[in-house]
């Protein structure tokens, strides 16, 4: 690999979504975001996902929010990214999904910054156990990690891409069907079952009742009658 040329990650099979596969691309200008972010100290913070000026926790996304986690910094950069290239419709609909993969990404790189600032076991943590412990890197490990993951270039592995592709068919081949038959109804060409009038409702009487033939409300009458 020459100096000029970025690493690789190939991202493996991802969940059934075949808009991962549209998303993945948009992970380096992501983690560049965050960087740019978090290269204020003061914009960082622990224990929740985001703060307000005031210091209580707020939505990530937020116009007022000014100091994230790595998880909430994702988030909130995530969702702007979507809007400006697909839409706040899109955005809305695909956020946890572009934020899911994103974080998951980023953990080998949280992983390797910890571990060249702490001695600790770094064994079974997570993004946001390290972001949230200054002894595991904390702050300086967080944006270590979104600082290396902007420099690599994300791709999906042939096995991905062949996944995602049966999904679009598939994705594809239902919206098809479902235009279909909607049409076909459309031109009265499927029969509309009739709808029944529903039964008038009659008031009194007694529920049926597997033991006794009197139902619940039969014997409460009974009971009252017995009392008068």
């Known amino acids: 690999m020459s100096q000029t040329e970025k690493p690789v990650i190939l991202v493996p099979i991802l969940p059934d979504n075949p ?3 549209d998303l993945v691309p948009l992970l380096p200008e992501l983690y560049r975001r965050c960087a740019e972010t978090l290269a204020d100290p003061k914009a960082w913070t622990s224990k929740t996902l985001a703060r307000a000026r005031d210091g209580e926790t707020i939505d990530p996304k937020h116009p007022q929010a000014v100091k994230w986690c790595a998880v909430g910094m994702v988030n909130r950069h995530a969702f702007n990214l979507l809007v400006e290239q697909r839409g706040e ?3 809305r609909r695909h956020i946890s999904d572009l934020a899911q993969v994103a974080v998951t990404r980023l953990k080998p790189f949280v992983i390797e910054s910890a571990s060249a600032i702490t001695q600790e076991s770094l064994h079974g943590h997570e993004v946001t156990s390290i972001n949230d412990n200054p002894r595991l890197g904390g702050y300086k490990a967080i944006l270590a990690a979104f600082q ?10 042939a096995e991905a891409r062949d996944h995602i592709e049966r999904l679009h068919k598939r994705s594809q081949a239902a919206i098809k069907g479902w235009l279909t038959r909607r049409n076909r109804r459309s031109q009265g060409l499927v029969p ?3 709808v029944q009038e529903p039964s008038p409702m009659v008031f009194g009487g007694s529920l049926p009742s597997t033991d006794s033939g009197m139902g619940t409300v039969g014997i409460a009458q009974k009971e009252i009658a017995g009392v008068r």
């Open 19 to 21: 808009h991962m596969g």
């Open 89 to 91: 419709y899109y955005a």
């Open 148 to 157: 290396s993951a902007a420099g690599v270039t994300v791709t999906l592995s």
């Open 192 to 194: 509309v079952l009739p």
